[in-house]
């Protein structure tokens, strides 16, 4: 009988201490019936370089396109269209989407502009249906006093090919993007000029979602 008892006292002992012990690994900010609360994440806060961008550049534009003359187009070309820039989740990043039509043709592109901390230059992503790959992630742009200068190296017809994007005359509702081409980056002409006008009847349409 006294080994019986002995037994039951033991169990209940064991029991107890490990009911304790699962108590004692209970989180401090769980109570009873309610349950547990997970820290919340901490996002990433836009960079001041992407909020400048953002504000340089978001908006919805008319676009009016005037390519010089060159080999490829010997009497120089125009075009008219729309640009809607939009910030990217987070402020992160900045989005664009380009349409224009001109006797060269017409031009769609997709285009995504980001800051990279660590190079300290802004880097970008650009598809139009002009690009043999689709896409190109190869340039970088910076500022340079109150111009944004971007640079870029392609490959076209088997020869390297540098591009220089100038954005400048910035005026409360326009700016002007240079674009020039040549070999290397002490041998370039001007290319194309585009102008960026915010407001008017296309700008509008092409800021509104499809229904």
Not at 2 to 28: E, F, H, I, W, Y
Not at 105 to 132: H, T
């Amino acid at each position: 009988m006294k080994t019986r008892v002995r037994t039951l006292t033991l169990l209940v002992s064991l029991g107890c201490g490990a009911l304790a012990a699962q108590d004692n690994m209970k989180p401090a900010n769980v109570d009873e019936g309610k349950p547990p609360q997970s820290a919340a994440m901490q996002m990433p806060a836009p960079a001041p370089e992407m909020t400048r961008l953002i504000k340089a550049l978001s908006g919805a534009w008319t676009v009016t396109e005037k390519q010089d003359p060159n080999p490829m187009n010997p009497k120089g070309s125009t075009g008219k269209g729309t640009a809607v820039l939009t910030p990217g989740p987070g402020n992160l990043s900045l989005i664009e989407k380009y349409h224009s039509v001109g006797t060269m043709g017409g031009i769609n592109g997709l285009g995504v502009f980001w800051w990279d901390a660590k190079k300290q230059v802004y880097r970008s992503l650009w598809c139009d249906n002009g690009s043999p790959n689709g896409c190109d992630a190869s340039g970088t742009t910076k500022w340079e006093g109150n111009d944004l200068v971007g640079t870029t190296e392609s490959e076209m017809n088997g020869q390297t090919t540098m591009m220089r994007f100038t954005y400048s005359d910035w005026k409360p509702n326009s700016f002007v993007m240079t674009m020039e081409m040549g070999p290397n980056a002490s041998s370039m002409n001007k290319f194309m000029t585009i102008t960026y006008s915010k407001g008017g009847a296309m700008a509008a349409k092409a800021e509104k979602p499809a229904q």
